[in-house]
C-alpha cells in the first residue's frame, strides 16, 4: 500500500476524548473522526457533504506515533457572552445572541490540551476512495479552510507535509510498517487491529475508541478496535505504579 506522512506540531492540541458534564480532557492520540474532520477543512468540504466525508472515514486507515509530549494543559474557563461574534471563511462572522439559556448565566468550563506536542501520522486508503493520497497532501498545503488540531484555537506551527510529494508518499504492507519507516523505536503508537502486530512485546493493550462519526445526524456513530503500544518493535516499558 502507498501511505502519506503528515506531521501535527502545534503549541496546544486537543485529540477530544468524552466529555463528563463541562469537564472536555484529551485524548493521547486523535480519533478517525478528527483526522476525518481535519481533511475535510483542508480539501473545502462543507459539513453538508456528508458523501464525501463519510466515503473519507469508511476508506481512511491510519496510524499515528507519539513523538514529542510535554504534559497537560488544564483550562479553566470562565465566561458570561451576551453576544458571540466568530469569523468566518465567507466573509462576515457569525452570532449568537443573548436568548440561549446559556448566555443567562456565567458559564465555567475546563478543557484539557496536549502542550508543545508532536504528532507523527500515516494515513493510507482502502481500494475505492474518491480521494488520492497527492490531493491530500496538496490540500494540507494549501488548505481551503482553516486547520486545526482539534479545536478552533489549536492551528498548526509547523508545515503538515514536505513541500514535495516524493518525500512524504512511501510504500509499506501494513500501517505499522509505514509509521517505523518514519519514526524510531520506542516512540508511543496506535494502529488499527490488523495493521500490524497485537500480541507482541510492543504491545501494550487492544482499545475500543468511540472516534467513528456519521457524518448525515453528526452523532457518534460507533467503535473501532485499535492496538496501542510502541513503534519499531521494542519492547513495551512496563512503569510500577507508585502510591
Known sequence: MRWLEVTLQAPMMSFGAINVDRFAPTGRFPSKSMIVGMIGAALGLERSNVKALQDLQDKIIFACALEEENGILRDMQNAKLAVEKMWTTIGSPVSRDGGD????????????????ARLRLIIGFKDGSSFTLEEIA?????????????????????????????????????????????????????????????????????????????????????????VE????????????AEF
Open 101 to 116: 439559556a446559556t448566555y443567562e448565566r456565567s458559564v465555567r468550563r475546563t478543557k484539557d490540551y496536549l502542550q508543545d
Open 138 to 226: 496538496e490540500a494540507f498545503r494549501r488548505p481551503v479552510y482553516p486547520i486545526s488540531i482539534g479545536r478552533r484555537t489549536c492551528l498548526p506551527s509547523a508545515p503538515m507535509v514536505p513541500p514535495s510529494n516524493e518525500s512524504c508518499i512511501l510504500e509499506a504492507d501494513t500501517a505499522y510498517e509505514a509509521l517505523n519507516a518514519i519514526v524510531e523505536a520506542g516512540v508511543p503508537a496506535r494502529w488499527p487491529l490488523g495493521q500490524g502486530p497485537d500480541d507482541t512485546a510492543a504491545v501494550s493493550r487492544v482499545v475500543s475508541d468511540p472516534g467513528l462519526r456519521n457524518w448525515k445526524s453528526g452523532m457518534h456513530k460507533g467503535f473501532e478496535n485499535l
Open 229 to 240: 503500544g510502541v513503534s519499531g518493535n521494542a519492547e513495551v516499558e512496563v512503569l510500577e
